[in-house]
């Protein structure tokens, strides 16, 4: 049974930063997909970023690029978002999603099939 587990969301100010984190169990591939997803209130959810686990290979959305930074942990279960110069626009809750490939459109949502439960971001003007 895959687990996954965010933490790290909270409440900043525009322009601040916040560090995600995601934690996955039971997934005993050592080379797989895992992405960040968001969704805001009333609206449909959105791929962030996407990276292959054990192969380094990344893509992001243009609405984060050069803001955002998507990495793996030293330990391969681990990966973690770097939102910085934060917009109220961000403000969503905040998944983490595993699949076995990255293959496709990679941060199409229904292509994953493991989910987190969310961890809140929250950005005030």
């Known amino acids: 049974q895959v687990q996954l587990v965010e933490s790290g969301g909270g409440s900043v100010q525009t322009g601040g930063s916040l560090r995600l984190s995601c934690v996955a169990s039971?997934?005993?591939?050592?080379?797989?997909?895992m992405g960040w997803f968001r969704q805001a209130p009333g609206k449909e959810r959105e791929g962030v970023a996407a990276?292959?686990?054990?192969?380094?290979?990344?893509y992001y959305a243009d609405s984060v690029k050069g803001r955002f930074t998507i990495s793996q942990g030293s330990a391969k279960n681990t990966m973690y978002l770097q939102m910085n110069s934060l917009k109220p626009e961000d403000t969503a809750m905040y998944y983490c999603?595993?699949?076995?490939?990255?293959?496709?459109?990679?941060?199409?949502?229904?292509?994953?099939?493991?989910w987190g439960q969310g961890t809140q971001v929250t950005v005030s003007s």
């Open positions: 039971g997934y005993t591939y050592s080379r797989y997909c």
């Open positions: 990276i292959v686990i054990g192969g380094g290979s990344i």
């Open positions: 999603a595993a699949r076995r490939l990255c293959a496709g459109y990679w941060l199409y949502p229904r292509n994953f099939d493991y």
